[in-house]
């Protein structure tokens, strides 16, 4: 039976494993509501594996009736059909409502699937539950094989632990990570266990579907967080309530997957054989998709004159980029940025990855904090970047100042994403040995998908410009797109450039003072 063949995976679940380091930085969690990034479901051109998923909060196999009837709990799933189905509250020996049931053990023999078990609540052992520990928590049950990769418990917790299940199923072929939580109602748990969830799935690139009971609204900023690169299933939906059954009011239960997933078919299963209605969706995997800003901030100095990081921040925010490029960055440098590590502020401000070139640096002073003043350009991600990944490069040929390449790996879904930054120099002619440089630098590794943006300071057209275009792809190709100076854009001196088989669409010119330069934007599918 696949039961006893996965009883070794069932007890590897009692045990929790220590987080893992990432080799980047990465800051504080965006804490406020409504700035969730642009992801949406979207018809694929291919799928690498189809597959129905279901989430269900089972309240024990206890009904609003009181009546505790595992039975109804099998055959709501068995008529669902699924693939795979996560569980919240599933008892295993327990307690004598659910008569010290393995109710693990009993779904998956009565359905035949595959079972993953985390305990996040237990007690010790009594003659009436057969002289078993008695555990409470979530699963996992699959028509195919589950590896478990971690079971973790989060850090704060109310009267109870709450836990991550992580595990992967290979599905046609394709591996696809589940992740399975059940968040506390606590508001203020609830936002530390959702920044440890996000750590935690961070570590690991893959696609990805992450299911449960999340214990609040999709409208809450912790939920609006954790999909800043997720999809909802129910996106849209604004009546798919789930909770409670015999008055559905809200929706707390999710299945979200990463931006390479399309779903399609999303049902909220109604019946009142528990607190909670059963939800359930067809899930394609195909291409991974994000949107994408190049932004020069001119150390964040608007038309007006005045430094303001918050509006550059604002700006950033508001386009819904989950990664951004960014030119003329002060850290540490200059009064006229009030010695800011803008990097970092920025950073911090947003919940995002960076990485960083400087291009221009001086010598620490009492100012700065006694921290060396640099000037460069940056990268921006709410996707990790790996850091052993990340290069850069000063241009040999330079005028009053040296000027570079960097080059980093966003881990995009299953997809590393390479994305090269620069900003050329100030003559014609150093602007063109630059771009000569710089192309060749980027066309060394051996990497599928790449994106190249930054300040050209140059027009469409001229040499540097159409140096990059022998073997990469303009976003804004056969439009104005000007850039400079924002508040009355006469010209284009910013841009992003894609490499096949890397696509892009819905390029569009932000309309903002906040810099010197208008932002540009554009949706990257890494086909």
């Not at 401000?349 to 700065?368: D, R």
Request: proline share 3%; glycine share 6%; with cysteine.
């Amino acid at each position: 039976m696949k039961q006893s063949i996965h009883q070794s995976f069932i007890l590897l679940l009692f045990l929790c494993g220590a987080s893992l380091l990432f080799s980047c930085h990465k800051i504080k969690e965006v804490e406020e509501p409504g700035q969730r990034a642009e992801l949406r479901s979207n018809a694929q051109a291919a799928s690498l594996a189809d597959l129905k998923v279901m989430h269900y909060n089972i309240h024990g196999g206890i009904g609003i009736d009181g009546v505790y009837n595992l039975q109804r709990i099998a055959d709501v799933i068995s008529a669902a059909d699924p693939d795979v189905v996560s569980l919240n509250e599933i008892h295993k020996n327990f307690e004598a409502a659910t008569n010290y049931e393995d109710q693990v053990a009993w779904l998956a023999n009565e359905l035949d699937m595959y079972p993953v078990f985390q305990r996040t609540t237990w007690k010790s052992a009594i003659p009436e539950s057969g002289g078993k520990t008695r555990e409470f928590g979530h699963a996992i049950l699959s028509k195919y094989p589950v590896e478990v990769l971690n079971a973790r418990l989060y850090d704060a917790h109310d009267s109870h632990y709450f836990g991550l299940l992580e595990t992967r199923i290979v599905i046609d072929g394709h591996p696809v990570l589940f992740y399975v939580t059940h968040l506390a109602a606590d508001t203020s748990i609830l936002r530390l266990q959702r920044q440890q969830l996000k750590v935690w799935m961070d570590e690991n690139y893959g696609t990805k579907i992450l299911l449960g009971d999340l214990n609040a609204t999709p409208g809450n900023a912790n939920i609006l967080s954790i999909k800043e690169t997720m999809v909802d299933a129910f996106e849209g939906q604004n009546t798919a309530y789930t909770f409670k059954s015999n008055n559905p009011t809200v929706r707390i239960d999710y299945i979200l997957g990463t931006s390479n997933i399309t779903f399609s078919n999303s049902t909220v299963i109604q019946n009142q054989y528990s607190d909670h209605f059963a939800i359930v969706a067809n899930a394609s995997v195909g291409t991974s998709k994000l949107k994408l800003m190049q932004y020069n901030i001119r150390h964040g100095e608007g038309m007006d004159g005045v430094v303001d990081l918050q509006r550059i921040a604002g700006v950033i925010r508001a386009s819904k980029a989950q990664v951004v490029v960014l030119n003329e960055v002060d850290r540490n440098y200059d009064a006229r940025s009030n010695y800011v590590d803008q990097l970092l502020w920025l950073a911090n401000e947003l919940g995002m990855y960076y990485e960083f070139q400087k291009t221009t640096w001086k010598s620490a002073i009492p100012a700065s904090g006694n921290k060396e003043r640099q000037f460069g350009h940056g990268i921006l991600s709410k996707y990790p970047i790996t850091k052993s990944f990340t290069e850069s490069w000063l241009y040999t040929d330079y005028t009053t100042h040296y000027m570079g390449l960097l080059k980093a790996r966003i881990s995009v879904n299953a997809n590393p994403l390479y994305v090269y930054v620069t900003n050329l120099g100030s003559t014609s002619a150093e602007r063109l040995l630059q771009a000569q440089e710089a192309d060749s630098l980027v066309n060394l590794g051996n990497h599928t998908w790449k994106v190249f943006a930054g300040t050209f300071a140059d027009v469409p057209g001229s040499a540097p410009v159409n140096t990059v275009l022998t073997s990469f792809t303009d976003v804004f190709a056969g439009q104005t797109a000007y850039t400079v100076p924002a508040d009355a854009p006469s010209s284009r001196v910013d841009y992003i450039f894609v490499k096949s088989p890397v696509t892009a669409g819905n390029s569009a010119v932000i309309n903002s003072q906040a810099s010197t330069h208008r932002p540009i934007v554009c949706g990257i599918d890494m086909q």
